[in-house]
């Protein structure tokens, strides 16, 4: 595959204004998407912890927190691209056994 030009582009969005538009990466790229969603998924988690009326899981210790908090603070690019590899493992796995 050649690399990224104005001409190969999907859209002018990544071709001739991709320079207008780099700002934009950090929160509308799929890498922002896996960080916003692992961010809600923990913190969603947090939540459920905390209620006394789910009784599968019980809350976290403080440590635990932090350390929960510095996952979603250190998210990088190298752990959006584990995210894509999980994901794309799972969907061939799912389809495989939706069309088995």
């Known amino acids: ?10 859209s002018p969005l990544d071709g001739r204004y991709h320079k207008q538009l780099e700002p934009l990466r950090a929160h509308f790229s799929e890498a922002a998407l896996f960080q916003h969603r ?6 969603w ?4 912890a905390q209620d006394p009326a789910i009784a599968e899981i019980q809350p976290f210790s403080k440590d635990t927190h932090q350390a ?5 603070e250190a998210f990088s690019e190298e752990d959006a691209a584990q995210v894509k590899a999980i994901e794309a493992e799972t969907t061939t796995t ?3 056994s939706s069309t088995g």
């Open 94 to 96: 799912s389809r495989r």
């Open 68 to 72: 929960l908090a510095r996952m979603i």
């Open 45 to 48: 988690l947090l939540a459920l």
């Open 38 to 43: 692992i961010a809600i998924e923990i913190r």
């Open 1 to 10: 595959m050649p690399p990224l030009s104005p001409l190969s582009a999907l």
